[in-house]
């Protein structure tokens, strides 16, 4: 297990270099010693999309959701390949499937509050939580701009400033651009409006995950109030 680790951790790297004859030649040599590899399938067909060989990503990620049908990244990049390609419709007929067989969702975490701060401050301990959680992120942040090497050192940071000195030094460390990139932040009102704009772009629901705060429950009543106002269920 660890030996497909590591080379799935350098076919990422390699990857995120935007090197990618030579991951998918990694990730294929990773599907020979364990084809049910759910990653393994997801990113041979992320590669397959980023080259415009829509009919074989679809394939390829439809193969990772049925070996891990929980993922939600899984999900979010079969529903972006959906969205942002215009050829997507003609790639699920040449592969014998039609946009009505798809119930695209995604988990996305939200952090709300009328105070701006405590809105990023809740979003950012949650994202330091899942950063020092998750052993590598960077196969699902490939196309966003952030590096795999900053990532892997941020993570050190983090564990060695949570363990040191807590979960709030550590999240102080987490930039503004990463928790916006991992969390939808904002006031209800705000939250509730870019969730229906993921709606908006081809998605079938979207599953808000609270961050916890100290007003948690309020903030879950009124994103789902502003939700409510908007006309979603």
Do not use: W
């Not at 680790?5 to 090197?19: I, K, N, P, S, Y």
């Not at 975490?109 to 960077?138: F, G, H, K």
């Amino acid at each position: 297990m660890t030996d497909v680790q590591d080379t799935f951790g350098q076919a990422a790297a390699l990857h995120q270099q935007g090197r990618l004859d030579e991951a998918e030649a990694l990730y294929r040599q990773i599907l020979e010693t364990e084809p049910g590899h759910a990653d393994a399938h997801h990113m041979l067909g992320v590669g397959a999309c980023q080259r415009g060989d829509l009919e074989q990503g679809v394939r390829l990620i439809e193969r990772a959701i049925a070996a891990s049908p929980n993922d939600a990244v899984f999900h979010n990049n079969l529903g972006n390949a959906l969205r942002e390609n215009k050829r997507i419709d003609e790639a699920l007929g040449a592969a014998g499937r039609s946009r009505d067989e798809y119930d695209l969702g995604a988990l996305v975490l939200t952090a709300v509050s009328d105070d701006p701060e405590q809105a990023m401050c809740v979003a950012r301990r949650s994202v330091a939580y899942y950063l020092m959680a998750i052993p590598d992120v960077s196969p699902r942040l490939i196309g966003t701009g952030v590096e795999r090497a900053e990532l892997v050192a941020l993570r050190a940071s983090l564990h060695d400033a949570n363990a040191n000195d807590g979960i709030e030094t550590a999240a102080a460390l987490i930039p503004d651009d990463l928790v916006h990139l991992l969390a939808v932040v904002g006031t209800a009102d705000e939250v509730a409006q870019r969730l229906a704009e993921l709606l908006r772009l081809g998605l079938d629901r979207v599953a808000p995950h609270h961050a916890l705060g100290a007003d948690a429950p309020a903030s879950v009543r009124q994103l789902g109030a502003a939700v409510k106002a908007l006309g979603g269920s």
